[in-house]
């Protein structure tokens, strides 16, 4: 894996004029509350984290604190009408599973921890606030949200196999698409939920790391932990590999836990692997349009996303990064 220990610490989290402070807090859980309210949720954990970057740690407690109240104001506001439990249990799912985890992670973002281990962290904290909204629709709204979730998916796919009978696909085709869509329907609706909070994490860690260096950059401070192509898995993840694919051994419930670990961790390896062919283009010298027409190539075939989950699972054993020596791995003329 690559050593994050040796990219130079950047600054301690700023704190500014009191008045300054208060608007971008304001400014900050103004933003956070538009993306909670209206589900925009891949960008909720960097408005939290750019808060504290800019105005300290206890700053973006108060605009977590604000954005929630005012996301929680706007789930009164629907009292009476048919959805309003539902809208209020999709609030919470998202204050909890979004907004949360990134806000409990801010020592670590301090101290510069690793990009992946961080997305890690906070992908787990979703899965334990996924799992405490569920727990509270069933005692308090008196409904299930993974049930409503899982019904939900079972009429998308529905939908979905009514085109394909349409489009007069072969019988054969069509059975094999009503078992994988059965099967994913039945067992894998929640690392679908997780796996949208993974790239909410993915990409606002990124963001955070291309604002942090757009305001750093005239100090010649900037790090290159959250770039892109630095983003490296922890090794204990092998482990979670390990159990995700003891699936076909399990049943019931255990069978539907192993599943869904097997799904987000094959997904993070393939993100891994990504990296590193992002790294690799990067130490060719190619900037970011090439390197963007490059991974359109790549991703446009299945096979080539099955290549990079490869290359991903293998980086622990190899440390591929290693394998190419760079003068800068935090250059700017990189983006990611």
């Known amino acids: 894996m690559i050593d994050m220990s040796t990219i130079p610490p950047q600054a301690e989290l700023r704190t500014g004029s009191g008045a300054r402070t208060a608007r971008s807090t304001a400014g900050h859980a103004l933003l956070t509350a538009m993306l909670i309210v209206t589900q925009f ?8 984290l750019n808060c504290a970057l800019r105005n300290g740690r206890r700053a973006a407690w108060a605009a977590f604190a604000i954005a929630a109240a005012l ?11 048919a959805d309003a439990k539902l809208f209020a249990s999709y609030i919470a799912a998202i204050v909890l599973s979004h907004a949360l ?19 890690v962290l906070m992908l787990s904290g979703a899965a334990a606030g996924l799992g405490l909204t569920e727990v509270g629709t069933r005692l308090f709204a008196g409904f299930s949200l993974y049930a409503l979730q899982v019904e939900q998916s079972k009429a998308a796919a529905n939908v979905m ?21 059965g099967y994913c329907t039945t067992h894998l609706v929640a690392s679908g939920l997780l796996l949208t909070a993974a790239v909410a ?7 955070v790391g291309r604002l942090e260096a757009w305001r750093t950059r005239r100090t010649g401070t900037v790090s290159g932990t959250y770039l892109f192509r630095n983003f490296a898995l922890p090794d204990w993840l092998l482990f979670a590999f390990v159990i995700g694919g003891l699936t076909p051994l399990a049943h019931g419930f255990l069978q539907t836990v192993a599943a869904n670990v097997l799904a987000v961790v094959i997904f993070l ?12 283009l990067a130490a060719m010298g190619v900037g970011f349009l090439g390197a963007l027409i490059a991974s359109v190539f790549v991703l446009a075939s299945g096979v080539g996303a099955i290549l990079l989950g490869i290359a991903g699972l293998f980086d622990p054993f190899f440390d591929f990064r290693h394998l190419q020596k760079r003068k800068d791995d935090s250059h700017e003329s990189h983006s990611d």
Do not use: H, N
């Open 41 to 48: 949720t891949i960008f909720i954990p960097a408005a939290l």
């Open 201 to 207: 994490f993915i990409l606002s860690m990124l963001m």
């Open 161 to 181: 196999l009514a085109k394909y009978r349409t489009a007069g696909t072969p019988a054969e085709a069509l059975q094999g698409l009503e078992r994988w869509f």
């Open 71 to 81: 996301a929680g104001l706007a789930s009164a506001a629907t009292i009476g009408t």
């Open 269 to 280: 390896f393939i993100v891994q692997g990504f990296a590193l062919f992002r790294f690799l």
């Open 101 to 119: 985890p990134p806000m409990l992670l801010l020592p670590l973002v301090e101290r510069r921890q690793s990009y992946g281990e961080l997305v």
